[in-house]
């Protein structure tokens, strides 16, 4: 069964860091793009960055040089390493598998002192 599931999250202050993680079920990290969205509060969802098939990662201009997408094969899981963190970063952020149009359950992160 191809599920996604989330962990880590929470509250941190501003410059601080904070890294989730997505345990893929059923996915080929190998033949898949996995992806990472964020939905701050009364905002549209929007993307973040995304590690592709090979491994190379694209992401959205406002995380470039704070934000790390990397994954473990072995362990079927993928990474959203956030450093530099703003107020503006406050959000739910979600795993997302493009293929499946599967979405993890969400986590919460504040960014706040």
């Known amino acids: 069964q191809v599920q996604l599931v989330e962990s880590g999250g929470g509250l941190v202050q501003p410059g601080g860091s904070l890294r989730l993680s997505c345990r893929a079920s059923?996915?080929?990290?190998?033949?898949?793009?996995m992806a990472w969205y964020r939905q701050a509060p009364g905002k549209q969802r929007e993307f973040v960055g995304d590690i592709t098939e090979i491994g190379t990662n694209y992401y959205t201009d406002s995380v470039k040089g704070r934000f790390t997408i990397s994954r473990d094969i072995d362990r079927h899981t993928v990474y959203l390493q956030m450093n530099s963190l703003k107020s503006e970063d406050t959000a739910v952020y979600y795993c997302?598998?493009?293929?499946?149009?599967?979405w993890g359950q969400g986590m919460q992160v504040t960014v706040s002192s």
């Open positions: 997302n598998s493009p293929r499946y149009t599967l």
């Open positions: 059923g996915i080929d990290f190998n033949t898949n793009v």
